[in-house]
Antibody, heavy 117, light 108 residues
Framework: QVQLVESGGGVVQPGGSLRLSCAAS????????MHWVRQAPGKGLEWVAF????????YYADSVKGRFTISRDNSKNTLYLQMNSLRLEDTTVYYC??????????WGQGTMVTVSS | SSELTQDPAVSVALGQTVRITCQGD??????ANWYQQKPGQAPVLVFY???NRPSGIPDRFSGSSSVNTASLTITGAQAEDEADYYC???????????FGGGTKLAVL
């Protein structure tokens, strides 16, 4: 069965950096695009970034463009999100999600990032 | 426009039918997808595209669309359907995605 397991969350100061990872299993990782989606506590979902199956194209929400970088290592079945210049408003749960049929068809359980001084 | 608008809250009596709507310009070009999220859990895809229900999702969940509005219908709502529901679609050139603000469904 499809499994997505995020890691790398934690507490970081404003302006700091963090790298999230998402370990994938149960499907052919190299055949599917992948997303990062985030959700602030008690708030709605926000799409963050998408990377094509082969890493050839990457797309970002305006709120993170220029600060966050999505990448993948198909040999390790792992998705990444490098987050730089973190702001207080980046404090959210970050989910990785598999792209399927133009939808986010499977989600991880999320990893919490807290930006605080 | 990249906005999708949902009613913040909807209620339904146990066993009755409820429709959750999502409105936005992106829906003129792209299908909506629907997600159910229960407290403390990750979202789950419950309906996508024109007519697709993921494996394991009860057939009481169905979707429809018209012009710039998409709907998720739950026919015979159950207590376990109480959750937040989010719509989502691509927008613009199709390389970005947007979510609606979510609808909290109460099953009375």
């Amino acid at each position: 069965q499809v499994q997505l397991v995020e890691s790398g969350g934690g507490v970081v100061q404003p302006g700091g950096s963090l790298r999230l990872s998402c370990a994938a299993s149960g499907f052919i990782f190299s055949s599917y695009g992948m997303h990062w989606v985030r959700q602030a506590p008690g708030k709605g979902l926000e799409w963050v970034a998408f990377i094509r199956y082969d890493g050839s194209n990457k797309y970002y929400a305006d709120s993170v463009k220029g600060r966050f970088t999505i990448s993948r290592d198909n040999s390790k079945n792992t998705l990444y999100l490098q987050m730089n210049s973190l702001r207080l408003e980046d404090t959210t749960v970050y989910y990785c999600a598999k792209n399927g049929g133009d939808a986010f068809d499977f989600w991880g359980q999320g990893t919490m990032v807290t930006v605080s001084s | 426009s990249s906005e999708l608008t949902q009613d913040p809250a909807v209620s339904v009596a146990l066993g009755q039918t409820v429709r959750i709507t999502c409105q936005g310009d992106s829906l003129r070009n792209y299908y909506a997808n629907w997600y159910q999220q229960k407290p403390g859990q990750a979202p789950v895809l419950v309906f996508y595209g024109k007519t697709n229900r993921p494996s394991g999702i009860p057939d009481r969940f169905s979707g429809s669309s018209s012009v710039n509005t998409a709907s998720l219908t739950i026919t015979g709502a159950q207590a376990e359907d109480e959750a937040d529901y989010y719509c989502s679609s691509r927008y613009g050139s199709g390389n970005h995605w947007v979510f609606g603000g979510g609808t909290k469904l109460a099953v009375l």
